[in-house]
């Protein structure tokens, strides 16, 4: 999209969820410490301390305006076939994350219909298997 097009993009964007934070990007191109929390098991110690759950990564689920946000657990050596049918099963919005599929290590990226597994060279140890899922 042209950057001369994103004010009014952000225009009505804005019209259906005023709150919500938005993010530019190139190519759906998003640094993981913007979508994973940096260290989950203080988090979960934070959330008990303070009186609330410290819900495991699989399942760990928000909901904001009709939106789900959750985490996709995969295990190593799964086919890149079945990443991409597990989030088109789920409906995913948006899917973000690292799996070390059969093929090799890949960046997932998925926007509606369009999910990509592309090749990725690293990835922190911690983020791989992890996939950010978005729907409604």
């Known amino acids: 999209m042209p950057a001369a097009a994103l004010p009014q993009l952000e225009r009505e964007l804005r019209k259906w969820e005023p709150d919500a934070p938005l993010l530019s990007t190139v190519h759906a191109q998003v640094a993981p410490e913007l979508l994973f929390p940096p ?27 009709g939106f789900t946000a959750e985490e996709l657990v995969l295990p190593a050596g799964v086919p890149g076939t079945e990443v991409r049918a597990q989030l088109r099963g789920l409906g995913a919005l948006r899917a973000k994350g690292f799996v070390a599929t059969r093929e090799g290590l890949r960046l997932v990226q998925g926007v509606g219909a369009r999910i990509e597994l592309a090749s990725a060279e690293s990835a922190p140890p911690e ?7 978005i729907r409604r």
């Not at 989950?40 to 760990?60: D, I, S």
């Not at 983020?127 to 899922?133: D, K, M, P, W």
């Open 39 to 65: 260290d989950l098991a203080q988090l979960r110690a934070q959330r008990r301390a303070a009186g609330g759950v410290g819900a495991p990564p699989h399942g760990h689920a928000h909901d904001h305006a």
């Open 127 to 133: 983020l791989i298997g992890r996939v950010v899922v």
